[in-house]
């Protein structure tokens, strides 16, 4: 007997390699298991181009409306796909239309596994890495400074009035300068987003800036924060999960003594660094998901790696791949664990929690995809290609 689940998911399917291994996790892991009606978006570039990219927009509201939507890697294009693809147009990174719809943030999490060994050993919990992808440097305006002058910031308010401003710098040669801004709105929304993952996953939160030094601008992120957390506390309180703010030197002093197991959300160009950092320090990219919050409770939930095209062009020649497919395993068993949580089905929530024992029992039992193999602490006879992983987590499953 499947089990039966009355909410949906909004399903986004993608390109290379990631496409072949989704068809396989979707056949053999979820489909004997769950009966579920999926509203599929074909996301793969070839349906990008033919739709005029409509079908991203439409995977966005899809997820809006269904508050749950699982998405695999996707081609960026660049000048190069652009003539393989015989693209009508250079269309944007469909991660960034579907963050811009759902006003998301970012939450990238390494799933842990006991043999895997992180390169900072101590690290037996996740990292989270919540990262704000909106504003600073990303979005700042720069100016090479030529010679002996004056550097200004002005405000100027739109229904008239005086003007703010402060000299920044009198240069007496030549120099740079830049200036970044953020939003009430969007830091509200970061902040938001924060606290509904750290409800979610159970874990506390910590946010950490430089509020010392930058008084007006990283002060304002740290109240916006204290006001959200105040506005949540009962549900922060009845799930036991704390919030610190610490300012950002000293998180990075605790990082690597702790055992990791909470989420660190984090301004635009720290998200941007540490979580390459909290990534390659886990292991590999195999490992890591990323889930999409929006401030509305919508979720969406994938791999944090690409459409891995290096294997895919093996593939393509009928050569056998060993491509991880654990984070787009998690990013399944996510979604199914969050629609579980919605409709208050538990029967799915603890096939999710199965799924992923599953999946980690079958790398500890040796079972591993040729990535893994350098980390593991006992080393397997030899690595698995894609199709025998996921065979080896399916018959785990059925067991
Ligand atoms: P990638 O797909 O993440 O792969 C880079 C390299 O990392 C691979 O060649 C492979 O190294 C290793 N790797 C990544 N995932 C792996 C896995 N699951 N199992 C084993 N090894 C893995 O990045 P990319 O090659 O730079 O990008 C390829 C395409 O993906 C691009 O078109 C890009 O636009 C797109 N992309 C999409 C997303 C998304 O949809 N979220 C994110 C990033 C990139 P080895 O070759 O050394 O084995
Ligand atoms: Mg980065």
Redesign the pocket.
């Known amino acids: 007997m499947r089990i039966q689940v009355k909410g949906q998911i909004a399903e986004a399917l ?3 390699m ?1 496409r072949v291994m989704w068809d396989w996790i979707v056949e053999q892991l979820v489909e004997p298991y769950v009966d579920m009606k999926r509203e599929t978006f074909d996301l793969g570039l070839p349906h990008r181009d033919a739709t005029g990219d409509q079908v991203t927009k439409d995977f966005a509201e899809a997820t809006k409306r269904h508050l749950v939507g699982v ?1 695999c ?4 294009p ?1 000048a190069d ?1 652009m003539t393989e693809y015989k693209l009508t147009k250079m269309w944007k ?3 960034a239309t579907i963050r811009g719809a759902l006003d998301g943030t970012i939450f990238r999490e390494p799933i842990t596994v006991a043999n895997i060994k992180p390169f900072i050993p101590g690290w037996t919990s996740p990292i989270v890495i919540g990262r704000h992808a909106y504003g600073e440097i990303y979005a700042g305006q720069e100016i090479r400074i030529p010679g002996a002058g004056t550097a200004e910031i002005v405000f100027t308010p739109a229904g008239g009035g005086e003007p703010i401003r402060k000299t920044l710098h009198t240069f007496d040669g030549p120099g740079v300068m830049m200036g970044t801004f953020n939003t009430d709105a969007s830091i509200r929304s970061f902040a938001e987003a924060s606290v509904t993952y750290a409800l979610a996953v159970g874990r506390p939160l910590w946010f950490a800036a430089k509020d010392t030094i930058s008084q007006t601008y990283h002060a304002r992120f740290r109240s916006i924060f204290d006001e959200v957390v105040a506005t949540r506390k009962t549900e922060l309180e009845s799930r036991k999960i704390t919030y610190s703010y610490f300012l950002i030197d000293d998180a990075a002093a605790r990082l690597p003594k702790s055992n990791g197991g909470f989420v660190l959300a984090l301004m635009n160009f720290d998200g941007d660094v540490w979580s390459d950092l909290v990534a390659s320090a886990f292991g ?3 490992l890591m998901t ?1 889930v999409l919050v929006s401030p509305s409770g919508a979720m969406e939930f ?10 895919y062009r093996k593939h393509q020649r009928g050569e056998t791949t ?7 395993i998690f990013a399944w068993s996510g979604a199914l664990r969050q629609r579980g949580k919605l409709d208050g089905n538990t029967e799915l929530s603890s096939f999710a929690d199965r799924l992923e024992a599953s999946t980690i029992r079958a790398i500890i039992e040796g079972a591993m ?3 893994l193999v350098p980390l593991a602490a006992t080393k397997p006879e030899r690595s698995l290609s894609t199709l025998e992983f996921i065979q080896a987590v399916a018959s785990r499953l059925q067991a």
């Open positions: 993608g390109d290379e990631t998405k890697a996707t081609i960026t660049n796909r990174s469909p991660n590999s990219l195999g990323s994938e791999a944090a790696h690409g459409t891995v095209t290096a294997h060993s491509t991880n497919s654990v984070a787009s995809t040729a990535d």
